[in-house]
């Protein structure tokens, strides 16, 4: 069957994909967060909007998120999660913030989505302090060798 490249392309099978960004301070701690609709606390970001490269949708994001500006060229690709579950396969592009952050920096956070922020070290995310959980991403981050592809398994 020989199809037109239009047509060929409109029988694949979709795939979701959302960024996220790596956001370090001056004393090496992350910042996550965590939304009202999940029970983990992770990187900020979110879901890419059609025509939205993953760059501009984790600029986007944190703009929306946590009111943070910031340009292209100050974010680099950390890693790529390619997350599999029973609902949907997705790929997860987190960026890192190549500048650190003052950890009192004034955070506007997006009342509709965040409950809250916070600056947790790699101890913290290891060891579950406070009960937390957290996505995939910042326990990569908190890992002795992270890596920059991970399939992730979801059940």
Not at 82 to 88: D, G, L, P, T, Y
Not at 114 to 123: E, F, L, N
């Amino acid at each position: 069957m020989n199809l037109p490249w239009w047509l060929f392309y409109a029988t694949r099978k979709k795939r979701a994909a959302s960024a996220n960004v790596i956001c370090e301070s001056h004393q090496g701690n992350l910042l996550v967060v965590k939304a009202k609709y999940k029970p983990y606390w992770s990187l900020p970001g979110g879901w890419i909007d059609r025509n939205e490269s993953p760059r501009d949708a984790a600029i986007r994001e944190l703009h929306e998120e946590i009111g943070l500006e910031v340009r292209a060229e100050e974010l680099e690709l950390a890693s790529v999660i390619n997350r599999i579950s029973r609902r949907a396969d997705t790929y997860l592009f987190v960026f890192r913030l190549k500048n650190r952050l003052d950890e009192n920096v004034q955070l506007k956070l997006q009342s509709s989505e965040i409950a809250g922020y916070d600056w947790v070290s790699k101890q913290d995310i290891r060891q579950k302090r406070q009960d937390r959980h957290y996505n995939r991403a910042p326990k990569n981050w908190a890992a002795d060798s992270p890596e920059t592809y991970l399939e992730n398994r979801i059940n």
